[in-house]
């Protein structure tokens, strides 16, 4: 029987989180779904979104100026320093531009963006729903979804590319001030390398990345806001999960995206 008991115990151990993860994917997977419905039909709210658009996007250009222009500086002195040990430094430009725009811009904006942007949508409708404003929606037959969710997903949607192709062009002046700096290329130079390697389909697979980005950052935001319980603890805590889950959700979407995107341009095919 004590045997028995102590592998019930171990089961239950190892079950209960597994449950638990489960039963929060799925609502989790049910409420975007929800926010998705009710945001692609009327009524839209314009006011509320242009005024969330400011606060998540215009807000957020200082940190993303500040990460991009410091990534595209790494990157340029890092693979620079490498490929120039092989004679290859014609190709320190197209290879920065690249990997910029197709990985390293689209993923740290939607990091640091995200970031601040779910934390901050997560501590507003989390303190609302502790405060039962929500509930107060509710009695006077105003949809919460459609009031709080709709204007965060569209402007974060509308948004988070925007900033992307700000950032995009914050790290490629970056690059180019370390490569005319520390490298010796001259910027008009680098300009032309840039043009001779960089095609659109290279700023198309990123800026496409980070309109789904965007809506994992506003549904996860919005859906921890909504299930935000125990007060002032609660919001902390809620806040909290909100930023890890983003941060996963983004680097686990960006491999599936990255594959998809390879093989519809033919990467994969040889």
């Known amino acids: ?40 039909t009327p009524p839209i709210r314009p006011r509320l979104i242009v005024h969330q658009m400011l606060s998540i996007g215009v807000k957020s250009l200082p940190i993303a100026t500040l990460t991009a222009m410091f990534v595209g500086m790494v990157l340029v002195l890092q693979t620079g320093t490498q490929l120039l040990k092989f004679g290859a430094r ?4 197209g290879l920065a531009f690249i990997a ?11 990091v640091v963006v995200g970031a601040r942007v779910a934390a901050s949508i997560t501590a507003e409708i ?3 729903k502790v405060t039962e404003q929500i509930d107060a929606m509710d009695v006077l037959n105003v949809d919460p979804v459609r009031y709080l969710v709709v204007p965060r997903f569209w402007a974060t949607v509308l948004m988070l590319p925007v900033v992307s192709v700000y950032s995009l062009l914050t790290g490629f002046l970056g690059g180019m001030f370390v490569s005319a700096a520390g490298l010796q290329i001259n910027p008009r130079l ?30 996860v935001g919005c859906f921890y806001g909504f299930h935000t319980r125990g007060g002032a603890e609660g919001v902390g805590r809620a806040t909290t999960t909100s930023v890890v889950i983003v941060l996963i959700l983004i680097l686990i979407w960006d491999y599936i995206l990255t594959s998809w995107i390879l093989a519809v341009t033919g990467v994969f095919r040889g």
Do not use: H, N, W
């Open 90 to 93: 014609q190709y320190i430009p």
């Open 100 to 110: 910029l725009a197709r990985e390293m811009v689209p993923v740290f904006t939607a």
């Open 126 to 128: 989390g303190t609302m």
């Open 1 to 40: 029987m004590g045997t028995l008991d102590r592998t019930l115990s171990v089961s239950e151990t190892i079950g209960r989180p597994i449950v638990s993860f489960c039963r929060e994917a799925g609502e989790l997977a049910r409420f975007a779904f929800l926010a998705f419905q009710v945001s692609l």
């Open 190 to 219: 680098y300009y032309t390398i840039t043009k001779q390697f960089a095609t659109l389909t290279d700023f198309y697979s990123g800026l496409a990345k980070t309109f789904v980005f965007g809506a994992i950052i506003a549904v």
